[in-house]
C-alpha cells in the first residue's frame, strides 16, 4: 500500500468509515510432549480467568467479567453471553464487551469478544471506543511441543458515529487513535507472553 492510499484509509478510519484488523502473538517451546501439555493446561486456566489479567506486570488495563445479567461474575470461567467491564490505565470512561463465542478442544481453546453496551444500565448505547461489528478473539493453540497466544482484532473501526456513539463520539476518537494505539501493544503482547508463561502475574 503506497502513502497516499495509507492517509486515506487512515483518514476514514478517523471518519468512522474504516477499519482495522492486527493480530499480537507469543510463543513458548517445551522439551516434551508431556511438558508441553501440563503448559497448554495452565494457559487454559489463564485464559478463562479473566479477572486475573488485570494482575499483570506493569501498566495494564483492569478486567472484570459479568454475567449476562450484569452481576460480579468473580473468578469462574466466562460464559457465551457474559461481560466483561475493561477499564484502561487512561483518561478514559470504561468499555464493555460481550462473550460471543467459546470454543476448546484438546489442543486449542479460545473466547471472542464484541463491544457492547453497559449491561448494568437499560441503554442501547455501545460503550466502547470501537464499533460493535468489532472482535477480540484470545486463542491459544498447542502445536507439537509448542504453546502459541494470540489476541486478534478484526474490524477495528471508531464508535464515533450515529446513535450508537451516544455521548461519546470526540472521547472515542481521541481514546482509539491517541492512547490505545500506543498501548494496544503493551498490552496485548503482555497478555499472550502471560498466557505462553513468559511472564506471571503479580499476585
Not at 460480579?72 to 460471543?100: C, F, H, S
Not at 460503550?127 to 509448542?146: M, R, V, Y
Not at 494470540?150 to 450508537?164: H, R
Amino acid at each position: 500500500m503506497g502513502i497516499i492510499e495509507k492517509v486515506v484509509k487512515q483518514v476514514k478510519i478517523l471518519g468512522g468509515k474504516g477499519t482495522k484488523d492486527k493480530v499480537y502473538s507469543s510463543k513458548s517451546e517445551y522439551p516434551g510432549k508431556e511438558a508441553a501439555l501440563r503448559a497448554f493446561e495452565r494457559s487454559k486456566a489463564k485464559l478463562f480467568n479473566v479477572n486475573k489479567w488485570s494482575d499483570l506486570p506493569g501498566l495494564t488495563s483492569t478486567f472484570e467479567l459479568y454475567t449476562s445479567s450484569g452481576k460480579p461474575a468473580g473468578d469462574r470461567e466466562p460464559q457465551k453471553g457474559d461481560y466483561i467491564r475493561i477499564m484502561l490505565p487512561l483518561p478514559a470512561p470504561e468499555n464493555w464487551v460481550v462473550v460471543t463465542d467459546i470454543r476448546q478442544n484438546n489442543e486449542m481453546a479460545q473466547f471472542t469478544v464484541s463491544p457492547s453496551r453497559d449491561p448494568r444500565e437499560g441503554g442501547e448505547d455501545i460503550e466502547h471506543f470501537f464499533i460493535d461489528e468489532a472482535t477480540s478473539t484470545f486463542k491459544i493453540t498447542l502445536n507439537g511441543q509448542t504453546l502459541y497466544a494470540y489476541e486478534i482484532g478484526k474490524n477495528e473501526g471508531i464508535n464515533n458515529q450515529g446513535t450508537d456513539a451516544g455521548k461519546r463520539e470526540l472521547i472515542n476518537t481521541l481514546v482509539a487513535e491517541g492512547g490505545w494505539i500506543f498501548f494496544q501493544k503493551i498490552q496485548w503482547r503482555q497478555l499472550t507472553d502471560y498466557l505462553v508463561h513468559k511472564i506471571e502475574a503479580k499476585s
